[in-house]
């Protein structure tokens, strides 16, 4: 089991390594942006103007598959900044995916504050849970036991409560568009049929997230496990380094081209 630091605000409980890396992918995303964007012209066109208009030329293939030019055009820039932000925070978690493992030890100890770091949870009960389990972790004299596994830094699309933002996000912002072409069609269409209502408040909202949440979670995990089998697990961990990479693209196309579905079923005038 793997632990994060973490710490409460009013009642909620904050993944620090999570924030943190939410933070750098958006300036990564922002500085990128901004570098490609730098130098534009109308004649020949540099290597970074070049590369930007290849991304928006992707995302308005993606969404040109589903809406008709003039309504894909509105969504170009919502598309490109999704692709760029699930695209480098999916492989920021290659480069930068630290642990640590914590033993208690007679020269070492871990401090009070830290266990409280790691096992803050939303209820007390929860807490003490965690808190056994982590004490129990620490004095393991178990010769394989890892100890207390800290992750220092990850993807922040490995957290579940990033990729349900996202769709989140998403999925109110088609829900607004159809509102605002057509009440009428939007209710008609969204909640007038058993299996509409599914589709839109329970299918979607789960299925959107957890594909992304779960591939990039599960690579993490087993990025960890081979970096724990030292040498033994060098080469199959550049393979899956490699694949990782891929799985990361594969998954950023993939949350962009629903979102882009899920969009045009309410904008589209056949809505």
Known sequence: MH???RFEWMGMVFDIPTLIMMVVTTLIVIWLILRLTRNLQSGVPGKGQNFLEWIVDFVRGIAGQFMDTKTAFRFIGLGVALILY???GNWLGLATNVMTAHHNTADQQASESFIKLITISGTEEAELAKREIVMEELTSQDPNSHGVVVAWWKSPTAAPSVT???AFVVLLYSHII???KSFGGWAKHTLLNP??????FVIKPLTLPLRLFGNIFAGEILIAFLLSLGILGSIPLFVWLGYSVFVGAVQAYIFTTLTMVYISQQANDQH
Request: charged share 10%; hydrophobic share 60%; aromatic share 12%.
């Open 178 to 180: 159809g509102i605002q």
């Open 3 to 5: 632990y994060t630091l």
């Open 86 to 88: 699930i695209l480098i």
């Open 195 to 200: 299996l509409h209502i599914l589709e839109e």
């Open 164 to 166: 349900f933002a996202l």
